[in-house]
């Protein structure tokens, strides 16, 4: 029996970005279809699309519009073509519960804390669907605090992370980091420090590449 690769995985990403839960749920459809081949290290790493973005948000119509320049037609068919894409993976899109666009660096912070308690995945899949599925506001803390508690953190630890303001030079610092890197866009999917798969790519593409990737050693 052969050695199953090691790969080690930085999942580059925000929590407010569609196509970074499409490309998850697309990485996670590939690795399990590797089984016993691969051993996977898989680590979240910090990027927020709208870093400057204020405390109360932006409604999300106004704030694609003016970034994108996008009519409501086009809006309608982008989110048409991502909520089809998520549920060819398996992941629901609720674009209409989906308000407003928020700050999420709160979120980044309390995803530091998960990865110490070895509970980082679980929080990244509830955060994205808290957002995306049910609609909640993942900048408010009470928000962050329950989705916390529901993938089994402890509440009142999580509500002292946020209000003392843990990790935050932390997470500037990843996130300077990657941005360093050239990362510009998410999700971007490093592998093994050296190889770069980027976008909500469908599963066969990660499992190609990442087979690649192991074959090469």
């Known amino acids: 029996m052969s050695t199953p690769a090691n790969l080690k995985i930085d999942f580059v990403s925000d929590v407010v970005c569609p196509w970074c839960a499409v490309g998850l749920k697309s990485l996670e459809k590939a690795l399990a279809s590797m089984g016993s081949d691969v ?10 699309l709208n ?30 073509a991502i909520r089809q894409r998520g549920a060819d993976v398996g992941f629901t899109f609720n674009m209409d519960k989906r308000k407003r666009i928020v700050n999420t660096f709160d979120a980044h912070r309390l995803l530091h804390w998960a990865a110490l308690q070895g509970r980082q995945p679980e929080l990244k899949q509830a955060l994205l669907a808290a957002y ?23 509440p009142v630890e999580a509500r002292h ?13 990843q996130e300077q980091f ?10 971007s999917v490093i592998i093994n420090d050296r190889y770069l798969i980027q976008g909500g790519q469908p599963p066969e593409v990660f499992e190609q590449t990442l087979r690649k990737i192991a074959a090469e050693g």
């Open 39 to 48: 051993t996977v290290d898989m680590h979240f790493q910090p990027f927020e």
């Open 51 to 80: 870093p400057q973005m204020a405390p109360e948000g932006e409604d999300v119509v106004e704030h694609l519009a003016r970034k994108y320049g996008s009519t409501p037609e086009q809006m309608a068919q982008n989110q048409e």
């Open 132 to 154: 995306f599925t049910d609609g909640r506001d993942v900048s408010s803390r009470d928000v962050l605090v329950d989705v916390a508690a529901q993938v089994g953190l402890d």
């Open 161 to 173: 992370v946020l209000a003392e303001g843990r990790y935050a030079q932390d997470v500037r610092a």
């Open 178 to 187: 990657y941005q360093s890197q050239g990362v510009r866009a998410v999700p």
